[in-house]
């Protein structure tokens, strides 16, 4: 795991974009967020634009890794699906593969039962596309490049300083 | 693992503070998140207990912008320091691009440094990580107390491969940075290969693919972007291609001014130019999904959620509301009755109005 890279090219984000339009539209959820288990967002549909969808996609993983813990502590290998309910909106987050977690955010207009249903398929057909994004990056070897670096560098130095 | 998206057009790397209890991790955060300007951070999240000491994380986000066009984050996270925490500590090394150990400078620490420093080295390996290649600095802090070890010691104690390594004073913001700033260094330095040559010819291939069920007019929006960018990939700045600019655009080439950038100084909440875009269509009801299900399909799920899934809370909550109301009002009928309401408040009024009576022929009798 340690020596996995992630990353997602164009033409795996269309066909991410795909089916999760197609899961927000089916379940008529108000967002879904597609986020790595450690953290990292990786897509993001709905109405997001109030959400601060960095801290979320951290908060969510964490979430997820303490659940699994706790999961090993009752003699579970995990618990795949997890479910907050709140007063009007409520969070609805599920396993894709065994590196990314799905998470849906919705209210009362829709039931869970639909978001549920709809969350499912989507995991199955995102975990197929992660399969081929994953097979891609093992066996390409590429990147930053150098000049990537060096400006970073610069800009690294403008930023931090007291 | 740094993550990189190349269709969002963003690198991520994940720095986590480690060290024993109140050795400063969080202090380091605070600092960098109060001098840090402001539209480069997004907010500092502590999971923290009554007493402020870390119980699973402290989060802070740092967006430096774009560099080669790319969307350049740091995710600063620190663990709890306790030595009871290492469950959830080890939870946090998931996924770290890069490390900064924080020993306590103190000499009645140095037990303490030692024994987590130890513990770092087995969660690392435990992960798989190389204690040698992972990028690792680290930090001598609360150099302004007194009865501090001498450096060479505690390079001898901590420093087991040659590791870059800074003097600070959290509190005062000594070092902190110029401990940032290496490791950040160190993690792009890490990220960079020599072979640069993004993918994919497939990539418009497998778009056209996925374009094809798609409804006329979007094939069309769809074609005209993908032509923007790859017959004129240097001039896409210019036009909507920047906001989907594919993989056969090279990140060296100088020439974008990003949309991303304008997203970004908005904040962190905002989206990117690619979903926005989607969302608006959305909205507006335009984007038709390819392969919508049929009538058919959509009614047997919905008998299929009926029979087997969750009872769903909206149909119900609708018509039974009105009998519930009715029950619940003849129930507590009694509280309902007006009279009795009234004939509370008046006496209240009385008894308020009573007591100032007598207030004040016992003040204000004696001075007059």
Redesign the interface.
């Known amino acids: 795991?340690?020596?996995?890279?992630?990353?997602?090219?164009?033409?795996?984000?269309?066909?991410i974009?795909?089916v999760m339009?197609?899961l927000?539209?089916?379940a008529e959820a108000k967002c879904a967020l597609l986020v790595?288990?450690?953290?990292?967002?990786?897509?993001?549909?709905?109405?997001?634009?109030?959400?601060?969808?960095?801290?979320l996609s951290?908060?969510m993983a964490?979430s997820f890794?303490?659940t699994s813990?706790i999961a090993k502590l009752v003699g579970e290998p995990e618990f795949s699906v997890l479910f907050h309910q709140g007063k009007k909106d409520h969070i609805h987050m599920c396993l894709v593969g065994d590196r990314s977690i799905l998470a849906i955010v919705f209210d009362?207009?829709?039931?869970?039962?639909?978001v549920?249903?709809y969350a499912k398929e989507a995991a199955v057909e995102l975990q197929k596309i992660f399969e081929i994004v994953l097979r891609?990056v093992n066996s390409?070897?590429?990147?930053?490049?150098?000049?990537?670096?060096n400006?970073?560098?610069d800009?690294?130095?403008d930023?931090?300083?007291? | 693992?740094?993550?990189?998206?190349?269709?969002?057009r963003e690198?991520?790397c994940?720095i986590v503070y480690y060290g024993p209890g109140l050795s400063g991790k969080t202090t380091n955060l605070q600092y960098?998140h109060a001098?840090?300007?402001k539209k480069?951070r997004?907010?500092l999240?502590s999971?923290a207990t009554d007493a402020d000491r870390t119980l699973?994380?402290d989060?802070l986000?740092?967006n430096?912008?774009a560099?080669?066009g790319?969307a350049?984050?740091f995710?600063l996270?620190t663990v709890p320091g306790q030595v009871f925490y290492n469950?959830?500590r080890k939870?946090?090394l998931?996924?770290v691009d890069g490390l900064v150990f924080v020993a306590d400078s103190q000499r009645s620490k140095r037990d303490e440094n030692i024994e987590s420093l130890n513990n770092l080295k087995e969660n690392l390996i435990e992960?798989?990580?190389?204690i040698y290649t992972l990028p690792i600095v680290l930090q001598y802090n609360k150099r302004d107390l007194p009865d501090v070890m001498p450096i060479e010691e505690m390079q001898q104690d901590l420093n087991w491969n040659n590791l870059p390594y800074f003097e600070a004073s959290a509190v005062k913001?000594v070092g902190v940075?110029d401990t940032?700033?290496m490791i950040?260094?160190v993690v792009?330095?890490r990220?960079?290969?020599k072979?640069?040559?993004?993918?994919?010819e497939?990539?418009p291939a497998?778009?056209a693919g996925?374009a094809e069920p798609m409804v006329q007019e979007q094939v069309g929006t769809a074609i005209e972007h993908r032509a923007s960018t790859q017959i004129a990939p240097r001039n896409s700045a210019s036009t909507a291609g920047t906001t989907?600019?594919?993989?056969p655009v090279?990140?060296?080439r100088p020439h974008r001014v990003e949309v991303r950038e304008v997203t970004d100084e908005a904040g962190?909440?905002?989206?990117?130019a690619?979903?926005?875009e989607?969302?608006k269509k959305?909205q507006t009801d335009k984007?038709l999904?390819?392969?919508h299900?049929t009538l058919a399909e959509i009614e047997s799920?919905l008998h299929?959620?009926?029979n087997t899934?969750?009872?769903?809370?909206?149909k119900p909550a609708v018509k039974p509301k009105a009998e519930v109301d009715e029950a619940a009002r003849s129930q507590f009928a009694d509280a309902f009755e007006v009279p009795h309401v009234v004939g509370m408040q008046k006496s209240l009024k009385l008894r308020k109005k009573k007591k100032r009576f007598f207030l004040f022929r016992w003040f204000g009798g004696d001075n007059d």
Not at chain 1, 159 to 162: G, L
Request: a negative charge.
């Open positions: 795991m340690a020596g996995d890279k992630l990353m997602v090219y164009w033409d795996d984000t269309e066909k974009d795909v339009t197609k927000l539209k089916g790595d288990k450690d953290g990292h967002l990786i897509a993001r549909h709905g109405f997001t634009q109030t959400l601060d969808t960095t801290a951290a908060l964490g890794a303490s813990e009362d207009r829709t039931t869970i039962g639909m549920r249903l891609k390409s070897e590429e990147g930053l490049s150098e000049a990537f670096t400006s970073a560098e800009k690294l130095e930023i931090f300083r007291d | 693992m740094v993550s990189i998206n190349y269709s969002s690198v991520s994940k960098v001098k840090v300007p480069t997004g907010d999240i999971l699973y994380f989060f986000p740092i430096i912008g560099i080669n790319f350049t984050k995710q996270y469950a959830t939870l946090v998931r996924g992960y798989g990580y190389d913001g940075f940032l700033k950040t260094k792009l330095n990220a960079t290969k072979t640069e040559a993004p993918e994919a497939a990539a497998a778009m996925v989907v600019a594919p993989p090279s990140m060296d962190w909440g905002t989206q990117s690619v979903s926005q989607q969302t959305l984007v999904i390819p392969k299900p799920k299929q959620v009926d899934e969750l009872d769903s809370p909206k």
